[in-house]
Nanobody, 124 residues
């Protein structure tokens, strides 16, 4: 059974940092793009970052460039999202998603997987 389990969310003040983790299990994700997708209240899902597991190439939304860093640790089968200089507009539920194609919209390709999400709240 494929599982993506996120952790690391919480409440932080503006300017602070959080590190999200996504523990992947149940299959090999070497050919997949691992994505962090957030959904703010009343807004559409937004892809904030993605990484191709096999080669480590990355994508970032303009809104998080220079502040967020996505990485993966193959030995632990885990993807991370280091979030620095957090802003109130970063508030939302952050989902980990594994997708066989690189999609910069917040939907999933056939054969993709979602995690359950973790809440990030940034206070001003």
């Amino acid at each position: 059974q494929v599982q993506l389990v996120e952790s690391g969310g919480g409440l932080v003040q503006a300017g602070g940092s959080l590190r999200l983790s996504c523990a992947a299990s149940g299959r090999t994700f070497s050919g997949y793009y691992m994505r962090w997708i957030r959904q703010a209240p009343g807004k559409e899902r937004e892809v904030v970052a993605a990484i191709k597991w096999s080669v480590g190439s990355t994508y970032y939304a303009d809104s998080v460039k220079g502040r967020f860093t996505i990485s993966r640790e193959s030995a632990e089968n885990t993807v991370y999202l280091q979030m620095n200089s957090l802003k109130p507009e970063d508030t939302g539920v952050y989902y980990c998603a594994a997708d066989p194609t690189l999609r910069t919209v917040g939907t999933l390709s056939p054969g993709g997987y979602w995690g359950q999400g973790t809440q990030v709240t940034v206070s001003s």
